[in-house]
């Protein structure tokens, strides 16, 4: 699973009316480019390296007929390695830095430590994995790593660790309002500790 990182980008700008658009400095227009500019920087990283900086909320302005002095983006960056997120977050911080000198406005990017990677211990896998291949009917071996998070990661910085997903039996994915699971996969999970 991947680092997760939260990230909040704030773009200050100047609110005028938009029939004075020149008395003001566009919060929105900022941050649509660097929205363009993240995301560009993002898929320019070599095929194969698993990673992610996208956001999911973009709130800005007060009126139609008013330009924005202030705008919101919210989103989340995520990595396998140290490297590549803090690669991920100096291309954020330059973009932010080079626009905010071609607007003329303030631009705060904010992001958190986030959870690590979890990145099982090959070792300690290597010794459970001819006991999950003889009796786990269903077991699969992940073809690439997931784009979620877990706070378990902690774990895995202390001791060797290795993580399953267990799975809910009904196909039903998490984080939805239909969630429901299988009771039965408690015990395949219990049998498989």
Known sequence: MSRASEVSVDVYGKSSH???AAAGI??????????GKAREAEADFPEGVFR???????QSGTARNIISGHTELVG?????????????ISI??????????EYGCEIDV????????????????????????????NFIEMPEPAMISE????????VPSIFFYVGTGTG????????DFDEAALVQGFELY
């Open 92 to 101: 954020l911080k330059g973009v932010a830095e080079k626009l905010s000198a």
């Open 151 to 158: 706070d378990y990661s902690f774990y895995g910085l202390h």
């Open 172 to 179: 039903i994915a998490l984080h939805t309002t239909k969630f």
């Open 52 to 58: 992610l900086l996208n956001f999911g909320k973009f």
């Open 26 to 35: 566009d919060a929105t227009a900022a941050a649509v480019e660097i929205y």
């Open 110 to 137: 904010k992001y958190t430590e986030g959870y690590p990677p979890i990145v099982n211990n090959v070792e300690l896998y290597e010794s459970v994995a001819p006991a999950l291949h003889s009796s786990l009917e």
């Open 76 to 88: 989340t960056l995520r990595a396998f390695s140290d490297e590549d997120f803090q690669w991920l």
């Open 18 to 20: 938009i029939g004075n």
